[in-house]
């Protein structure tokens, strides 16, 4: 009965949303540690101009690369409220906020912000991840399709 009811409660607060959207993402991570990235995000719009957004990211960052070094695999899961602005029919400015967790070093736990521009079903963007803990700050450049 409380499986039942949770899945109704689930069904009305996502009822009124549109599909979902994933999407592939790469990238280069720096910061206290460089590396690569890649995973994907998905997208449940809200309205027009917000969704909530989440993901799975899979990265090296935190490794000082030199030739013969293992490369250790990480992960992050943001979740973020997510603006969509419309700059033209066909192009978007958006904004992410949210939370993160993930894993590294030590297991990771703070705020993330993010800024890219939609072209079409493209995005291009930028964003930085402050954990809280460790003390850690990563910056991201990645490239996504839709």
């Known amino acids: 009965m409380k499986k039942l009811f949770v899945l109704l409660i689930l069904l009305l607060s996502f009822g009124r949303s549109q599909a979902a959207d994933i999407e592939a993402r790469t990238g280069i991570?720096?910061?206290d540690g460089w590396g690569l990235q890649t995973g994907a995000?998905?997208?449940?719009?809200?309205?027009?101009?917000?969704?909530i957004q989440t993901g799975l990211l899979l990265h090296t960052a935190g490794n000082s690369f030199s030739y013969g070094d293992d490369w250790n695999i990480d992960f992050?899961?943001?979740?973020?409220?997510?603006?969509?602005?419309?700059?033209?029919?066909k192009v978007n400015l958006r904004l992410n906020a949210g939370a993160y967790t993930g894993s590294g070093e030590y297991w990771n736990l703070g705020a993330t912000a993010a800024a890219g521009i939609e072209v079409k079903r493209f995005?291009?963007?930028?964003?930085?991840?402050?954990?809280?803990?460790?003390?850690?700050?990563?910056?991201?450049?990645?490239?996504?399709?839709?």
């Open 29 to 31: 991570l720096g910061g």
């Open 41 to 51: 995000d998905i997208n449940f719009p809200q309205s027009r101009l917000f969704s």
């Open 76 to 89: 992050f899961v943001p979740v973020y409220a997510s603006f969509h602005i419309p700059l033209s029919d």
């Open 123 to 146: 995005y291009v963007g930028v964003s930085v991840r402050l954990a809280r803990i460790p003390s850690i700050t990563l910056l991201r450049a990645s490239f996504g399709f839709i």
